[in-house]
């Protein structure tokens, strides 16, 4: 059966969908000052990272915090101790695919961080008494709203007869020609 275009009408349906995303990769130095002056650096990790989402405009700010944790030499070497510092930061994450027809009513921002923070290097200032920490950062965020689609609806409802299940009745039969003993033995 063919239809012409007057047959045809359209709906807007409101519906949930994600009407913007972005992804930003960061690259940060932060200042730890430990207690006494270090040596060497022994080793840095990054952990308690927690962060909050918001969209600002045509982007998202991912607000957060973690701990860094710089292990060290002090005392030319002779003693060791573990300096930790909490920084903050603000990532703003432009949209790169925005939906104007999304209502801003009741909009959901979704993060997820694709990396959690790493250091990825930390060494001793020129002063000597303070270490640079190297850190990277990704996220990837969505925004998800109501927003409106376009549909054609058939006026005279669906034919019945369109449906085909012969694909589903060559299935059934393939399956019952195999053999459940059958077995493959690694290929080395």
């Given at each position: 059966m063919s239809y012409t275009e007057k047959d045809i009408h359209f709906r807007e349906i409101i519906t949930?969908?994600?009407?913007?995303?972005?992804?930003?990769?960061?690259?940060?130095?932060?200042?730890?000052?430990?207690?006494?002056?270090?040596t060497s650096i022994l080793g840095c990790w990054i952990i308690n990272h927690s962060f909050t989402t918001d969209k600002v405009g045509d982007s998202v700010e991912v607000s957060g915090s973690y701990d860094i944790n710089v292990w060290y030499s002090f005392n030319n070497n002779t003693k060791t101790e573990v300096a930790t510092e909490t920084v903050t930061y603000v990532?703003?994450?432009?949209?790169?695919?925005?939906?104007?027809?999304?209502?801003?009513?009741?909009?959901?921002?979704?993060g997820k961080a694709m990396q959690q923070p790493t250091a990825c290097e930390a060494t001793i200032s020129n002063s000597g008494n303070s270490v640079l920490v190297q850190v990277e950062r990704d996220f990837h965020v969505e925004v998800i709203g109501e927003t409106k689609v376009c549909v054609a609806v058939n006026p005279h409802g669906c034919d019945d007869d369109d449906k085909d299940l012969s694909f589903e009745d060559d299935l059934d039969e393939e399956f019952e020609d195999l053999d459940p003993e059958f077995?493959?033995?690694d290929l080395d």
């Amino acid at each position: 059966m063919s239809y012409t275009e007057k047959d045809i009408h359209f709906r807007e349906i409101i519906t949930k969908a994600v009407c913007g995303k972005g992804r930003k990769f960061t690259q940060a130095t932060h200042t730890i000052t430990p207690s006494h002056s270090p040596t060497s650096i022994l080793g840095c990790w990054i952990i308690n990272h927690s962060f909050t989402t918001d969209k600002v405009g045509d982007s998202v700010e991912v607000s957060g915090s973690y701990d860094i944790n710089v292990w060290y030499s002090f005392n030319n070497n002779t003693k060791t101790e573990v300096a930790t510092e909490t920084v903050t930061y603000v990532d703003s994450i432009p949209l790169t695919v925005v939906d104007k027809n999304c209502l801003d009513d009741g909009i959901e921002v979704n993060g997820k961080a694709m990396q959690q923070p790493t250091a990825c290097e930390a060494t001793i200032s020129n002063s000597g008494n303070s270490v640079l920490v190297q850190v990277e950062r990704d996220f990837h965020v969505e925004v998800i709203g109501e927003t409106k689609v376009c549909v054609a609806v058939n006026p005279h409802g669906c034919d019945d007869d369109d449906k085909d299940l012969s694909f589903e009745d060559d299935l059934d039969e393939e399956f019952e020609d195999l053999d459940p003993e059958f077995l493959i033995d690694d290929l080395d």
